[in-house]
């Protein structure tokens, strides 16, 4: 009789345990493959989202899609056709490098010398290998679609503008997705 209980208590957690690993998966998967899909409504992708503002919101920390965290290729199995030195196929690499993102940060105040800017915009970028970075940009500098979202058409406006532009297109390189979350 004990050895029968601790048959079925071992049958229960290796069907809980293999239960879990079917449902978990990374969130960097469920973003490359919502944002290739342009966001559809849906939890998951709803969750991928999220994920990805929380990820460059309120400060850019870390990059928005981390493909290093999604397994693209199963164990055992032959790479993936036509991929480059980074792993990737010029498909995945294209919605890697669809992601456009802007940590704008600028203030304006008029004093007796005029207008005092700060301005340390930055835009996040991946590089060739694959590797993500932030430079400096101007606000003023930025595309339009940027400045139309943190409302600054140039000239001498007062005012601080603080938040993430982003925007992502989809498998058919549309424009997918646009975020302005102030912070």
Not at 66 to 73: E, F
Request: proline share 5%; hydrophobic share 35%.
């Amino acid at each position: 009789m004990k050895l029968n209980i601790l048959g079925i208590i071992a049958c229960a957690a290796m069907t809980v345990a293999s239960a879990h690993k079917v449902n978990a998966y990374s969130i960097d998967c469920a973003i490359l493959l919502c944002l290739a899909g342009g966001f559809p409504a849906s939890a998951e992708c709803t969750a991928a989202r999220v994920e990805m503002i929380r990820r460059v919101t309120p400060w850019p920390v870390e990059p928005s899609l981390q493909l290093w965290n999604c397994p693209l290729q199963a164990s055992g199995r032959p790479p993936l056709p036509n991929t480059g030195r980074d792993g990737l196929t010029d498909q995945i690499r294209g919605y890697r490098d669809g992601i456009e993102v802007y940590h704008v940060n600028y203030r304006a105040q008029r004093n007796s010398g005029g207008f005092e800017v700060f301005d340390s915009t930055q835009r996040g970028f991946y590089d060739e290998n694959g590797e993500f970075h932030w430079t400096g940009v101007r606000l003023q500098d930025t595309p339009s679609w940027v400045r139309t979202l943190a409302r600054f058409h140039g000239g001498e406006h007062t005012g601080t503008r603080r938040g993430i532009a982003m925007r992502t297109a989809d498998y058919d390189g549309q424009i997918s997705d646009v975020i302005w979350e102030t912070y």
